[in-house]
C-alpha cells in the first residue's frame, strides 16, 4: 500500500487531496496545526470527512517547527508527499509578513530537509499562479520568466519554487511544482471571494468588486484541481527525459513546473452574475479600486499538464458555482 502525507490535510484543497488519494487506495497522513487565520471550526470539520476513513492518519503540528516534519518521513516513509501546508491570502501577506516567512518558507526548507534525509519517490508542492506577477502576455505558461511578483506571498512562494528545484539538483529528489489558477469549490476558505459573495448576498449585505469590475480569473474548479494533481503523481521528472520547447522540465534537476487552471479565464462580473443565479437572488454591489499587490487578470495555458497526463479541466463555471452554493446552504443551513 502507498503511503502518501499531505501537508495542510485540513485546508480547503488538502482535505480534497487526502479525500481523493483515501479512495484510490492510499494510506494517508494528513498534518495540520489548525491556525486561527480563518475559522478552526471550519478545518476541524473538514478533518472530520477524512477521519471515517480508516487509512487516515491526523497529525496536529506546524511545519515549521524543528524535527516535527523529519520525525514522521523517519516513522512513515513515504512514497508521495503533496505539500499544501501555507499561509495563503495575497492581502494578508500585506499585515503580517512574518507568518508568510514561518510557514512558507521555514516550513518548506524543513520539509525539504526532511525529504531530503528520507527521500519520497515524488514530492508535489503548490505554488501559485500569482508567482507570474506583473506579467501581462497572456496565457501564462510555465517556461515565461517570472520574476515580478506583486505581492510578499507570492513572492514566498516563488522562493518555494527555487528552494525545491535546489534541493531537487543537489539531492536528486523528484519534484513538480504546481502554480495554481483561482480555485473555487465546496469547503472552500471564508477570506476567498466567492464564500464571501455568497455570504454577504444571502446577508444581505454588499459585495466589494475590485477594480470597479474589470478584473478576470482563471476560475477552476476544486474538483478539476485535484484530478490534476493525481494524474501527476504518476508522472514524476526526471533529468534526461525528452524535452520540448514548453515543457518546463529542468536541464540540471528532476524538477517541473505545471500549471493547473481551466484555461478559460472568466469575468469577474460574470462569475457574480453565475453566482446571483445560483442564489436566486441579486447581490448588492460596490465598486472600490485595484488592491495593492493584486492583478487585473490570470489565464493558464494548461497545455504541459494535457501533454503529460492527458487530462484537461473541464467543469463549468455555472455547475461550479451551484455545487459550491448547494455546499455553503447545507453546511450553514441557509
Same mark, same amino acid.
Given at each position: 500500500?502507498?503511503?502518501?502525507?499531505?501537508?495542510?490535510?485540513?485546508?480547503?484543497?488538502?482535505?480534497?487531496?487526502?479525500?481523493?488519494?483515501?479512495?484510490?487506495?492510499?494510506?494517508?497522513?494528513?498534518?495540520?496545526?489548525?491556525? +486561527?487565520?480563518?475559522?478552526?471550526?471550519?478545518?476541524?470539520?473538514?478533518?472530520?470527512?477524512?477521519?471515517?476513513?480508516?487509512?487516515?492518519?491526523?497529525?496536529?503540528?506546524?511545519?515549521?517547527?524543528?524535527?516535527?516534519?523529519?520525525?514522521?518521513?523517519?516513522?512513515?516513509?513515504?512514497?508521495?508527499?503533496?505539500?499544501?501546508?501555507?499561509?495563503?491570502?495575497?492581502?494578508?501577506?500585506?499585515?503580517?509578513?512574518?507568518?508568510?516567512?514561518?510557514?512558507?518558507?521555514?516550513?518548506?526548507?524543513?520539509?525539504?530537509?526532511?525529504?531530503?534525509?528520507?527521500?519520497?519517490?515524488? #514530492?508535489?508542492?503548490?505554488?501559485?499562479?500569482?508567482?507570474?506577477?506583473?506579467?501581462?502576455? #497572456?496565457?501564462?505558461?510555465?517556461? #515565461?520568466?517570472?520574476?515580478?511578483?506583486?505581492?510578499?506571498?507570492?513572492?514566498?512562494?516563488?522562493?518555494?519554487?527555487?528552494?525545491?528545484?535546489?534541493?531537487?539538483?543537489?539531492?536528486?529528489?523528484?519534484?513538480?511544482?504546481?502554480?495554481?489558477?483561482?480555485?473555487?469549490?465546496?469547503?472552500?476558505?471564508?477570506?476567498?471571494?466567492?464564500?464571501?459573495?455568497?455570504?454577504?448576498?444571502?446577508?444581505?449585505?454588499?459585495?466589494?468588486?475590485?477594480?470597479?469590475?474589470?478584473?478576470?480569473?482563471?476560475?477552476?474548479?476544486?474538483?478539476?484541481?485535484?484530478?490534476?494533481?493525481?494524474? #501527476?503523481?504518476?508522472?514524476?521528472?526526471?533529468?534526461?527525459?525528452?524535452?520540448?520547447?514548453?515543457?518546463?522540465?529542468?536541464?540540471?534537476?528532476?524538477?517541473?513546473?505545471?500549471?493547473?487552471?481551466?484555461?478559460?479565464?472568466?469575468?469577474?462580473? +460574470?462569475?457574480?452574475? =453565475?453566482?446571483?443565479?445560483?442564489?436566486?437572488?441579486? =447581490?448588492?454591489?460596490?465598486?472600490?479600486?485595484?488592491?495593492?499587490? +493584486?492583478?487585473?487578470?490570470?489565464?493558464? +495555458?494548461?497545455?504541459?499538464?494535457?501533454?503529460?497526463?492527458?487530462?484537461?479541466?473541464?467543469?463549468?463555471?455555472?455547475?461550479?458555482?451551484?455545487?459550491?452554493?448547494?455546499?455553503?446552504?447545507?453546511?450553514?443551513?441557509?
Amino acid at each position: 500500500m502507498r503511503r502518501a502525507l499531505v501537508t495542510g490535510s485540513a485546508g480547503f484543497i488538502g482535505m480534497h487531496v487526502a479525500e481523493r488519494l483515501l479512495n484510490d487506495g492510499y494510506e494517508v497522513t494528513g498534518l495540520d496545526c489548525f491556525s +486561527d487565520y480563518y475559522d478552526p471550526a471550519l478545518k476541524r470539520s473538514r478533518t472530520a470527512q477524512l477521519t471515517r476513513h480508516a487509512r487516515f492518519t491526523a497529525e496536529e503540528g506546524r511545519i515549521e517547527d524543528p524535527n516535527r516534519l523529519m520525525d514522521l518521513f523517519a516513522e512513515r516513509r513515504f512514497d508521495v508527499v503533496v505539500h499544501l501546508a501555507a499561509q495563503a491570502g495575497v492581502r494578508y501577506s500585506i499585515d503580517n509578513p512574518r507568518s508568510y516567512v514561518e510557514s512558507n518558507l521555514i516550513g518548506t526548507f524543513e520539509l525539504l530537509e526532511a525529504a531530503r534525509a528520507h527521500p519520497p519517490a515524488h #514530492m508535489l508542492l503548490a505554488s501559485t499562479s500569482s508567482a507570474y506577477g506583473a506579467n501581462t502576455q #497572456m496565457p501564462y505558461t510555465e517556461t #515565461m520568466k517570472a520574476d515580478t511578483q506583486m505581492s510578499f506571498y507570492a513572492a514566498t512562494k516563488k522562493a518555494n519554487e527555487s528552494m525545491a528545484h535546489s534541493y531537487a539538483h543537489l539531492f536528486g529528489l523528484p519534484v513538480t511544482m504546481f502554480r495554481f489558477f483561482t480555485v473555487y469549490g465546496p469547503w472552500s476558505r471564508p477570506d476567498m471571494a466567492p464564500y464571501k459573495f455568497v455570504s454577504a448576498i444571502l446577508e444581505d449585505r454588499e459585495i466589494d468588486i475590485y477594480n470597479h469590475g474589470d478584473m478576470m480569473r482563471d476560475f477552476t474548479y476544486i474538483d478539476d484541481l485535484v484530478e490534476g494533481i493525481r494524474c #501527476m503523481i504518476d508522472t514524476p521528472p526526471r533529468i534526461g527525459a525528452p524535452v520540448s520547447d514548453d515543457d518546463s522540465l529542468s536541464p540540471v534537476a528532476p524538477f517541473r513546473v505545471v500549471n493547473i487552471g481551466n484555461a478559460a479565464p472568466v469575468r469577474l462580473l +460574470d462569475f457574480v452574475a =453565475a453566482i446571483e443565479s445560483a442564489l436566486g437572488r441579486p =447581490a448588492k454591489r460596490r465598486y472600490l479600486d485595484m488592491q495593492p499587490g +493584486d492583478v487585473p487578470a490570470t489565464w493558464a +495555458d494548461t497545455t504541459l499538464l494535457s501533454a503529460l497526463t492527458g487530462y484537461a479541466p473541464k467543469t463549468q463555471v455555472a455547475q461550479g458555482v451551484a455545487n459550491f452554493v448547494a455546499w455553503y446552504r447545507d453546511y450553514y443551513g441557509h
